[in-house]
T-cell receptor, first 115, second 115 residues
Framework: AQTVTQSQPEMSVQEAETVTLSCTYD???????LFWYKQPPSRQMILVIR??????QNATENRFSVNFQKAAKSFSLKISDSQLGDAAMYFC????????????FGKGTLLTVNP | DTEVTQTPKHLVMGMTNKKSLKCEQH?????MYWYKQKAKKPPELMFV???????INESVPSRFSPECPNSSLLNLHLHALQPEDSALYLC??????????????FGPGTRLTVT
């Protein structure tokens, strides 16, 4: 069974600064995927970034990048040049390959961006 | 077009009512999901459909009845719900349950209140 742990229930960052959200996971599979999802208050959950476990290169999407440490089972999200619109609940999620694929979510980190 | 739509946006129902939630996607995805989400918690998987067949039922009470009429539509029929069933119900879809990178795209959700 997979587990995903987000150890920071809440974080805050000043506008234009950089913040890193932590995530660790545990899986016995070699084929798996990792995701960060963003859910603004009362709004839709959207995919921020994804990482395939077999890829060594860290994924990047504009101001969002990950630090994927496979041996340590760590998958942190870095947000650069933080904007007010980045304020949201961020969920780290893991999905194993196989016939019963489903996502396991962490408990989430609530990010506040201060002007 | 990476869009999943859900209707209605809000629903208030009594414990003796029968209602349905609807979800639609036009991305050609063959896997569709229902999740339940309580405030400030991660989504909890309820059902997974793959190629219009029920693949996963996470031991959901029978007062929730899913239906997949075709590859684009997913319904959740509700009957004799309890107040603790009040939550945000999210629909999601992904390209395929068994192949490829299986990121899920979420709809905006239906906010359900059971009185």
């Amino acid at each position: 069974a997979q587990t995903v742990t987000q150890s920071q229930p809440e974080m805050s960052v000043q506008e234009a600064e950089t913040v890193t959200l932590s995530c660790t996971y545990d899986t016995s599979e070699s084929d798996y995927y990792l995701f960060w999802y963003k859910q603004p208050p009362s709004r839709q959950m959207i995919l921020v970034i994804r990482q395939e476990a077999y890829k060594q290169q860290n994924a990047t999407e504009n101001r969002f990048s990950v630090n994927f440490q496979k041996a340590a089972k760590s998958f942190s999200l870095k947000i650069s040049d933080s904007q007010l619109g980045d304020a949201a609940m961020y969920f780290c999620a893991s999905g194993e390959g196989g016939s019963n694929y489903k996502l396991t979510f962490g408990k989430g980190t609530l990010l506040t961006v201060n002007p | 077009d990476t869009e999943v739509t859900q209707t209605p946006k809000h629903l208030v129902m009594g414990m003796t009512n029968k209602k349905s939630l609807k979800c639609e996607q036009h991305m050609g995805h063959r896997a569709m999901y229902w999740y339940k989400q309580k405030a400030k918690k991660p989504p909890e998987l309820m059902f997974v459909y793959s190629y219009e067949k029920l693949s996963i039922n996470e031991s959901v009470p029978s007062r929730f009845s899913p239906e997949c009429p075709n590859s684009s539509l997913l319904n959740l029929h509700l009957h004799a719900l309890q107040p603790e069933d009040s939550a945000l119900y999210l629909c999601a879809s992904s390209q395929d349950l068994y192949r490829g990178v299986r990121e899920q795209y979420f709809g905006p959700g239906t906010r359900l209140t059971v009185t």
